[in-house]
Antibody
């Protein structure tokens, strides 16, 4: 069964650090594009970061320089290292597998996020 | 970065058809994908690409696009379709992603 399970959330003081984990089963993290998405209480979805199968990483402006996405191929696990946390980072954090297709010319079609974890809650508060 | 704009709320009578729209410059270049999210649950992909449904998604869900606007149509809305719906796409840079603000669908 294809599944993602997040962990590592909790209560952290402003300025602190936290590392989220996302353990995958049923597929290989390193062969896929993987994203982190967050949702603040009562708010909409916000994309946070993506790591491509080749290792390239990209971030939302709101977290650039503070968050780092990575993966451990031996553990088939995705991570999000969050530093210098702020109150506005309080949210449920989801990891998600991206679906895509490359055509013969090398152009890739983004087909959205087809597998999601259940989410882990991060609360930044003193 | 770029933005995707959705109406905050839409309502539909049981069994009727409803269209939820998403506007943004990036949609001129990239497909939108659509997600359904019910309270306390993770989002679920319902439409991707030109008009594709993942396995298990009812065929009453369909997608379309024109210019800078993508649409999700539910033909014959059911009570269980009451949820928040989000559109999502690559942003104008191509490497970031962006979500719309979400549309709360009420089935009357």
């Amino acid at each position: 069964e294809v599944q993602l399970v997040e962990s590592g959330g909790g209560l952290i003081q402003p300025g602190g650090s936290l590392r989220l984990s996302c353990a995958a089963s049923g597929f290989t993290v390193s062969s896929n594009y993987m994203s982190w998405v967050r949702q603040a209480p009562g708010k909409g979805l916000e994309w946070v970061s993506v790591i491509y199968s080749g290792g390239s990483t990209y971030y939302a402006d709101s977290v650039k320089g503070r968050f780092t996405i990575s993966r451990d191929n031996s553990k088939n696990t995705l991570y999000l290292q969050m530093n210098s946390l702020r109150a506005e980072d309080t949210a449920v954090y989801y990891c998600a597998r991206e679906s895509y297709y490359y055509d013969s010319s090398g152009y890739y079609y983004y087909y959205g996020m087809d597998v999601w974890g259940q989410g882990t809650t991060v609360t930044v508060s003193s | 970065s770029s933005e995707l704009t959705q109406d905050p709320a839409v309502s539909v009578a049981l069994g009727q058809t409803v269209r939820i729209t998403c506007q943004g410059d990036s949609l001129r270049s990239y497909y939108a994908s659509w997600y359904q999210q019910k309270p306390g649950q993770a989002p679920v992909l319902v439409i991707y690409g030109k008009n594709n449904r993942p396995s298990g998604i009812p065929d009453r869900f369909s997608g379309s696009s024109s210019g800078n606007t993508a649409s999700l149509t539910i033909t014959g809305a059911q009570a269980e379709d009451e949820a928040d719906y989000y559109c999502n796409s690559r942003d104008s840079s191509g490497n970031s992603r962006v979500f719309g603000g979400g549309t709360k669908l009420t089935v009357l």
